[in-house]
Nanobody
Framework: QVQLVESGGGLVQAGGSLRLSCAAS????????MGWFRQAPGKERESVAI????????TYADSVKGRFTISRDNAKNTVYLQMNSLKPEDTAVYYC??????????????????WGRGTQVTVSS
């Protein structure tokens, strides 16, 4: 049973920073591409950042490039999302997810099969 548990969300003023963490268990973490996604009220879930199993490759949504950084620590089975210069439009529930195939890098939402419950990020103006 794969479990993903996000933490680190909260309320922050525009321009502030937050660091999200996602602790994984139940699957060989070091062989899976991992991703952070978000869903704002009334909107579809979207990809925010993706990282390959070796940290060698990352993909970011255009809206967060230069502000967000995804990283992972395979020894701790944890993936992180450092969010700087936050904007009100970053307000959403943030989810981490595990790719369904080992040693495979894609950034399509449908390729991720296990999801955490999400953590709320609210950015006030």
């Amino acid at each position: 049973q794969v479990q993903l548990v996000e933490s680190g969300g909260g309320l922050v003023q525009a321009g502030g920073s937050l660091r999200l963490s996602c602790a994984a268990s139940g699957r060989t973490f070091s062989s899976q591409t991992m991703g952070w996604f978000r869903q704002a009220p009334g909107k579809e879930r979207e990809s925010v950042a993706i990282i390959s199993w070796t940290n060698a490759r990352t993909t970011y949504a255009d809206s967060v490039k230069g502000r967000f950084t995804i990283s992972r620590d395979n020894a701790k089975n944890t993936v992180y999302l450092q969010m700087n210069s936050l904007k009100p439009e970053d307000t959403a529930v943030y989810y981490c997810a595990s790719h369904r195939y080992s040693y495979t890098y894609t950034d399509r939402l449908r390729d991720f099969d296990y999801w955490g419950r999400g953590t709320q990020v609210t950015v006030s103006s």
